[in-house]
């Protein structure tokens, strides 16, 4: 039976203070994966940024490729550097990688390089001016194009334009490693809750099993 769902159920209820305020109820209701990358840049004092990013969706035409960023706090590292330097690499790791892309987050602090200090290799983009992460299976280079506001909190959403691609080969061949399955891309997936019960599932992550 399909249910509606216009106001929050009452038996979503925060796991952690201030979540229902970082996240909407409706993520946790319909619990959408979506591909996992992490953001790199500069600060301006020339440190590496990363950040871990999520909710975001890639399409193009007319040989225009674009990176909608779905959610970039703008109180954060990622956003200040995008702005300040109008561009930014977001690097998709596969799982072996993961454990040191997350590292980024607890390695988050100014003076810090964000990428070599959690065990991974910056190397510079070709096409912008931004640190990549060497060890990613695909790096996408972008420009910033536009932002708007997301909602009402700290959330923006942001246009990139790819401007270059580098990835391993042996990802691009689907006889070899591939894209997908489990050492492929990898997806997020939000802690779903049952709107019945409030019973919640843990924070996941996915991967992309294809139909043959
Ligand atoms: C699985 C996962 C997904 C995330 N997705 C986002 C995201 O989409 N947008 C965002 O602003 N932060 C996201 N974060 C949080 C940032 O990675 C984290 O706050 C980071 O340290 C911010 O870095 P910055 O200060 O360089 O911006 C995510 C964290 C995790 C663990």
């Not at 997350?102 to 001016?129: F, M, P």
Request: proline residues 5%.
């Amino acid at each position: 039976m399909k249910r509606e769902f216009s106001e929050k159920p009452e038996l979503i209820t925060e796991q952690w203070p201030g979540e229902l305020n970082s996240f909407s109820w409706q993520d946790f209701v319909t619990a959408i994966p979506s591909p996992l990358f992490v953001i790199t840049g500069w600060k301006s004092n020339g440190r590496e940024n990363a950040c871990l990013q999520s909710w975001s969706a890639f399409t193009g035409e007319g040989g225009e490729f674009y990176c909608i960023i779905g959610n970039i706090n703008a109180n954060g590292h990622a956003y200040k550097s995008l702005k300040e330097t109008g561009c930014c690499v977001l690097n998709f790791p596969s799982h072996d990688v993961y454990d040191k892309c997350h590292r980024t987050i607890d390695n988050n602090q100014w003076e810090t390089d964000e990428i070599t200090d959690s065990g991974l290799t910056a190397e510079k983009a070709v096409k912008v001016n931004a640190p990549r992460i060497a060890e990613c299976f695909l790096n996408i280079e972008c420009e910033l194009v536009w932002e708007h506001p997301l909602g009402s909190g700290s959330g923006v959403t942001a246009a990139l334009h790819a401007v270059n691609i580098c990835m391993d080969s042996e990802r691009y061949d689907e006889r070899k490693k591939g894209r997908y399955g489990k050492t492929g891309y990898m997806y997020n997936i939000n802690s779903p809750r049952n709107p019945d019960t409030g019973e919640a599932e843990p924070e996941a992550l996915g991967a992309l099993e294809v139909y043959h």
